[in-house]
C-alpha cells in the first residue's frame, strides 16, 4: 500500500521550492525596501497599529489565518474524490496562488496606509466599488463566525480535556501581554516561562477535564460544572446542551477579544499558541517521516499506509449520497487549505498594521500561507491513516474524530501515548479556531468602520460604536448556527470565501496597473481569472442544483422540509446569486480602471499611489 510519507514529500519539496524561488521573486517584483516607515511605525498608537518583533506577527498572522477550514476542507475532499486530487490541489495551488494572494494583500495594504483591502480598491473604482467589495468581505466574516464557532463547540464538547487547556492557555496570554507591554520584562525568558506554561496546560486538561453540562459524543468523562439537562440553553435542542453552551462561550469570548487593544490578549496569544501550532503541525509531518523509515508507530510502518482511495470518480465515490462534480466542487471544499480571501482581511486589517519592516512581508505573507498548506498536508496525512466508514462522510464528523485520532496514531511515532496525542492533536484543532474567531470579528468592526466613514447622524454614531456593530456581528452569526445548517453552509462559505480571494488578487492587479505600466499582470491577473471561473460555477452550482432543482423544486423535499429548512434553503439560494452579482460588478469597475490606468500610465508616466515615489 502506498505511504502517507509520500503526501509530506510532495508538499514540503513543492513548498520548498515555492518560497526559495517564487516568494524571493515577489518580493523584488513589489520592491519590498526597509528603509520605507511602514503603518506600524508612521501611525503607532498603543491599540491597533503596534510595531511586533517578526516571530510575534508571524504567530499571530499564521493563528489567525490558520482556523479549521484548512482540516475539514481537505478531509472531506479526500473521503468524497480520493486523496489524489486533493494533494494536488494543495500542493500546486497553494505556492502559485494562495501563497501569493496572501504576500499580494500585506504588500499592497503597507503601501497604503495599514488599510483594508476594501479601501484600496475604493482608492481606484471608488467609493460604490468600496462598499460593494465591504459588504461582500462583511456577508464572509458573518460565515467564517458562525461555522468556526460551532466547529470549536463540539471540539470541546467531544474534548473536555481541550477545554480545560483552551481555558488556561487564554489565560496565560493575558499575564503575557501584561509581562511584555506594561512590566517590559524579557522577551526570551518570558517565552521560555509562558510557552512551558501552554505545553502543561495539556496535562492540566489530561487531570481536570471540564465539561458545561453532561458532555456527549467521545468524552469518556469530565467535570460537569452545571447540573440539568440545560435544555433551556439556545440551541441545546438541536446540538445537546454541552455544545450550545460552548457555541455561546465561543461568541461571547470572540466578542471581548475582538475589542480589546492587540497588546492584551491577540498579540501574546497568537504568539504562544504558534508554539502549540507548530508543533503540532511539524511535529506530526516528522513523525510521519520518523514513523516511516524507523517503524516506531503503534502497530509499525504498516499503521502509516493510506487507507483512503486514490480516486473515486469524477462525481465522487460510494461515499457519497449525489452526485458532487470534482470541478467545481473540490476546490471551494478544500478552501482555505490552498487559497482562503479570509486572509486578504487579516494581512491588510490587523497584519499590516503590525508590520515591522517590509522585508518581513515575505516570511509572513508567504510563508504564513506556505504554512497553512502544511496544516492541510497534516490533516490529509492524519485522515488517511484512518479507515473510513460511511459514518464519516460528514465534514465536522471526519474533521474531528478523524484528524485527531490520525494525528494521535501517527504522533506514537516519538512513543507519545495514543490518548496524550490525540487530545494534544484536538488542542491544536481548537487553537486555530479560537484564533480566527476573534480575529474575524475585530475585521468585521474595521469594516463596519470604513462603511460608515466619519459618522454625520445618530444612526451612523450607533453603526460606528465598536460594541453594537460587534454585537450585531455576533448575533447574526449566532443566527446562521442556530439554524442547524452547517452542511450547506459550508461549501456556500467555501465558495464565498474563495471568490473574496479573487477579488483580493483583483485588487492587487489594480494596484499593480496604477503603479507602473512596466509592471506584468500575469501573476496576479491568471490567478483571478482561475478562481473566478471556479468559483462563480461553485456558487451557480450551489444555488441552481443543491438548493433549487435538488431542494425547493423537489415536492418530495418540500413535503418533508419544515419552515426552517424552506427559509434557509431559499435563503443559501439568494445569498449565492448576491454575491456572484457583487463580485461581477466590482470586476467590471476594476476592469474599466485597469485598461484607463495603463493607458494614462503610458501617456503621461506620472506616478500612481503605491509607487516608490509616493
Not at 30 to 37: A, I, K, T, Y
Not at 401 to 428: K, Q, R, W
Not at 549 to 575: F, K, N, P, Y
Amino acid at each position: 500500500m502506498t505511504g502517507v510519507i509520500w503526501i509530506v514529500a510532495t508538499v514540503l519539496v513543492l513548498f520548498t521550492v515555492g518560497y526559495v524561488g517564487y516568494g524571493r521573486y515577489l518580493s523584488r517584483f513589489v520592491e519590498l525596501d526597509n528603509s520605507r516607515e511602514t503603518p506600524a511605525h508612521k501611525y503607532q498608537d498603543g491599540q491597533e497599529y503596534v510595531p511586533a518583533k517578526k516571530p510575534v506577527l508571524l504567530g499571530h498572522h499564521f493563528s489567525s489565518i490558520a482556523g479549521g477550514a484548512p482540516i475539514a476542507g481537505p478531509i472531506t475532499a479526500a473521503l468524497i474524490w480520493g486523496w489524489v486530487p486533493a494533494v494536488l490541489w494543495v500542493a500546486i495551488g497553494n505556492p502559485l496562488m494562495g501563497a501569493v494572494h496572501d504576500f499580494m494583500a500585506l504588500s499592497s495594504s503597507i503601501r497604503h496606509e495599514g488599510k483594508s483591502i476594501g479601501y484600496i480598491i475604493g482608492e481606484y473604482i471608488g467609493e460604490r466599488g468600496k462598499n460593494m467589495f465591504l459588504w461582500f468581505a462583511f456577508l464572509v466574516i458573518i460565515l467564517v463566525v458562525a461555522v468556526f464557532s460551532l466547529l470549536v463547540a463540539i471540539i470541546l464538547d467531544a474534548y473536555p480535556q481541550a477545554a480545560t487547556a483552551s481555558l488556561l492557555y487564554i489565560g496565560l496570554a493575558l499575564v503575557f501581554g501584561v509581562w511584555l507591554y506594561q512590566l517590559n520584562l524579557p522577551f526570551l525568558a518570558g517565552t521560555g516561562v509562558f510557552v512551558a506554561g501552554v505545553f502543561a496546560s495539556v496535562w492540566v486538561g489530561l487531570q481536570f477535564p471540564i465539561a458545561l453540562f453532561e458532555p456527549s459524543g467521545f468524552a469518556d468523562e469530565a467535570i460537569v460544572l452545571f447540573s440539568g439537562d440545560g435544555m433551556w440553553v439556545p440551541g441545546a435542542a438541536l446540538f445537546g446542551a454541552n455544545t450550545a453552551t460552548w457555541i455561546l462561550v465561543a461568541l461571547g469570548y470572540a466578542f471581548v477579544a475582538s475589542i480589546l487593544p492587540v497588546w492584551v490578549l491577540l498579540q501574546p496569544r497568537d504568539y504562544l499558541s504558534s508554539f502549540l501550532l507548530y508543533t503540532g503541525v511539524g511535529g506530526t509531518l516528522l513523525a510521519v517521516i520518523v514513523g516511516t523509515f524507523l517503524g516506531t508507530t503503534q502497530g509499525g510502518s504498516e499503521a502509516l499506509s493510506i487507507q483512503l482511495p486514490a480516486y473515486t470518480g469524477f462525481f465522487g465515490g460510494d461515499l457519497v449520497a449525489v452526485a458532487m462534480p470534482l470541478f467545481p466542487l473540490l476546490f471551494i471544499t478544500i478552501a482555505c487549505g490552498t487559497i482562503s480571501g479570509f486572509h486578504s482581511l487579516v494581512s491588510s486589517g490587523t497584519t499590516a498594521k503590525q508590520l515591522n519592516r517590509e522585508s518581513d512581508a515575505r516570511l509572513i505573507g508567504y510563508g504564513g500561507m506556505l504554512a497553512e498548506g502544511l496544516l492541510a498536508a497534516t490533516a490529509l496525512a492524519a485522515v488517511s491513516v484512518i479507515a473510513v466508514t460511511d459514518a464519516g462522510v460528514d465534514g465536522i464528523a471526519a474533521a474531528l474524530p478523524n484528524f485527531a485520532e490520525g494525528g494521535g496514531l501517527i504522533l506514537t511515532s516519538f512513543g507519545i501515548p495514543l490518548l496524550i496525542g490525540e487530545v494534544f492533536m484536538a488542542l491544536v484543532f481548537v487553537s486555530f479556531l479560537l484564533t480566527s474567531l476573534d480575529t474575524g470579528l475585530r475585521l468585521g468592526r474595521y469594516m463596519m468602520e470604513e462603511l460608515v466613514g466619519t459618522p454625520e447622524s445618530g444612526v451612523e454614531n450607533v453603526a460606528a460604536n465598536k460594541y453594537v456593530n460587534t454585537g450585531l456581528t455576533t448575533f447574526a452569526a449566532f443566527l446562521l448556527v442556530s439554524s442547524g445548517q452547517w452542511e450547506e453552509l459550508w461549501p456556500l462559505f467555501g465558495g464565498a470565501n474563495q471568490l473574496l480571494a479573487a477579488l483580493a488578487l483583483l485588487t492587487a492587479t489594480v494596484w499593480l496597473a496604477n503603479w507602473k505600466d512596466t509592471k506584468q499582470l500575469l501573476t496576479t491577473g491568471l490567478p483571478v481569472a482561475v478562481m473566478v471561473i471556479i468559483t462563480v460555477s461553485g456558487l451557480l452550482w450551489l444555488a441552481i442544483v443543491e438548493n433549487l432543482q435538488r431542494q425547493l423544486l423537489d415536492a418530495a423535499w418540500r413535503a418533508e422540509a419544515g419552515t426552517v429548512e424552506l427559509i434557509s434553503s431559499g435563503l443559501r439560494m439568494v445569498l449565492a446569486f448576491a454575491l456572484i452579482f457583487l463580485a461581477l460588478a466590482i470586476i467590471k469597475m476594476a476592469y474599466e480602471n485597469l485598461t484607463e490606468a495603463r493607458d494614462s500610465l503610458i501617456s503621461t508616466e506620472e506616478p500612481a499611489v503605491g509607487s516608490d515615489d509616493d
